[in-house]
């Protein structure tokens, strides 16, 4: 095929961007329909690359490979199973996010549109690069309208949050630009598909592993380096903090099985009892700490950090099953996370309060809330049926194929999830009304229902119908962990 679909995905929202930029209202509607336009394309688009994929290839397909800088760089991308789930989830996300503007950005609301469109360029460039240096640039610049958007459209702590999100995702990432320059180095090269090719000398991975392993840890967020994660949520508008939860985090777990598990094998096996320690303290410490938490927004957000820790355990089990469940759960927290946080914007736009205590009884008045944000907390906790099981029910099987111990803790945490997520829905949902203001609100419109509907059709499906998902990631996985124990098995003598 040599019409340039991914180079065109990747380009359209920044089209949509620069027509809004050159628009002269600020609050016209016409800015939202051509982002919703622009964005909606994009989907298409996608869903049209997942029909012309090949499940049945472990070759990077539609992969474009252009000089930039001469002798050094190339535009290079490309995607595989892996790649292509995350691009439609990024599509899918994004007009969902447009549309939830209606109600809650006021001022400016033509710039926020241009840093939506302009960070759906970037996340996808992320999913699609196979070059070392343009993943580092699109992972990079998508901290930029993520940063201006809880800066410029959050809460009243927003510079305090956006600072603290900017400094810590930037720190990590310094020490990978350090690491893939000091791979340049070594092999002459930063393609990586020429990198899984030739490997990269054992007496490397390890400070390299470390070097990208403290950029993702950040942006997944692992523990302890999570907690810019609470404060950008709870600051960070609605489809600001959707954003960040359903996409922007599974940018570092995409990172981990391409390149920590694909470029280091030696040292990920090296490292994965670190892996696992952190991921069962996330796991456990943050489900405690959700459990303790007043702010419907700060529970959510921990809730991320503690479900992100299954994504890492399931990742560095090295097993079809591990990882494959790992995507699956990434995939999942994106359509779940997205929507408890747009279920959170929906009672904040009517009452301006995000507290729990605030709420209660809301089954008498908005009983269609009720229905929905049911199944997201069921989603949550990982009810069969529901695409949050089929993702843990993966992650827990590889844990216990590797190690029963890190298993069984791990374990404890999907029942800690279920304590949290249904404290959280009886204090919002049932009792008595919990004060008369609460008698005014009104149940979902039009766009509310269209938003949240558009995300339980894909939890329910996929949780009955997970097939499709597995066909699309299985080759490409397989091939992963092939080329992983190849490689450890070619180093392993040498080491010895």
């Not at 990590?172 to 340049?184: D, E, F, P, Q, R």
């Not at 054992?202 to 404060?231: G, I, R």
């Not at 699956?328 to 929906?346: D, K, P, R, T, Y």
Request: glycine share 6%; with cysteine.
């Amino acid at each position: 095929m040599d019409f340039p679909i991914l180079s065109s995905l990747i380009l359209l929202p920044s089209i949509g961007a620069l027509f809004l930029l050159f628009s002269k209202d600020q609050s016209s509607n016409t800015g939202k329909y051509v982002a919703l336009f622009t964005s909606y394309v994009n989907f298409l688009i996608s869903i049209y690359l997942w029909f012309l994929f090949d499940p049945n290839s472990s070759n990077f397909q539609f992969v474009e490979d252009r000089e930039w800088l001469k002798g050094f760089i190339n535009y290079k991308v490309g995607i595989d199973g892996i790649s292509i789930l995350f691009i439609i989830l990024t599509t899918f996300v994004t007009p969902l996010c447009i549309i939830s503007v209606n109600n809650t950005i006021k001022n400016r609301l033509r710039d926020f549109l241009i840093a939506i469109l302009v960070m759906e360029s970037f996340m996808l460039g992320v999913f699609c690069s196979l070059d070392l240096v343009i993943f580092y640039l699109f992972f990079e610049a998508g901290l930029i309208p993520m940063f201006l958007i809880i800066g410029i459209w959050g809460g009243a702590r927003r510079v305090y949050s956006a600072f603290k999100f900017f400094l810590y995702t930037l720190l990590g990432s310094v020490l990978m630009l350090v690491a893939i320059i000091s791979i340049y180095w070594i092999t002459g090269t930063t393609d990586v598909i020429k990198l899984y090719e030739i490997g990269i000398d054992y007496k490397y991975q390890n400070l390299l592993w470390l070097a990208f392993f403290s950029s993702f840890a950040v942006k997944t967020p692992m523990w302890p380096v999570h907690t810019w994660l609470p404060d950008a949520h709870v600051e960070a508008p609605t489809a600001g903090s959707v954003l960040l939860a359903a996409i922007l985090l599974k940018m570092a777990g995409y990172g981990f099985i391409r390149f920590s598990l694909g470029l280091f094998p030696l040292a990920s096996e090296t490292f994965t009892p670190l892996v696992y320690i952190l991921s069962l303290i996330a796991i456990i410490y943050t489900s405690l700490v959700a459990l303790m938490q007043e702010d419907m927004k700060k529970l959510i957000a921990y809730s991320s950090v503690a479900h992100m820790g299954f994504v890492t355990l399931g990742i560095f089990t090295i097993t079809q099953q591990g990882i494959e469940g790992s995507i699956i759960q990434m995939l999942s927290h994106g359509f779940v996370a997205a929507a408890l946080f747009f279920c959170v914007g929906v009672v904040y736009d009517r009452m301006h309060s995000r507290l729990i205590a605030t709420y209660g009884g809301l089954v008498s008045v908005m009983p269609k809330y009720a229905i929905l944000l049911m199944v997201f907390t069921l989603a949550a906790i990982g009810l069969p049926g529901t695409t949050g099981f089929i993702g843990e029910f993966l992650i827990l099987i590889g844990a216990f194929k590797d190690n029963f111990l890190v298993a069984v803790i791990a374990s404890l945490g999907v029942i800690l999830g279920a304590a949290y997520m249904l404290w959280l829905y009886r204090r919002v949902v049932f009792g008595e009304l919990v004060n008369n203001n609460l008698l005014k609100i009104k149940d979902l419109d039009n766009s509310e229902k269209f938003i949240l509907w558009s995300l339980a059709i894909p939890i329910l499906f996929f949780g009955f119908y997970p097939e499709l998902l597995n066909n699309t990631i299985e080759i490409s996985v397989n091939d992963l962990i092939e080329n992983y124990n190849f490689n450890l098995n070619m180093y392993t003598p040498e080491v010895k």
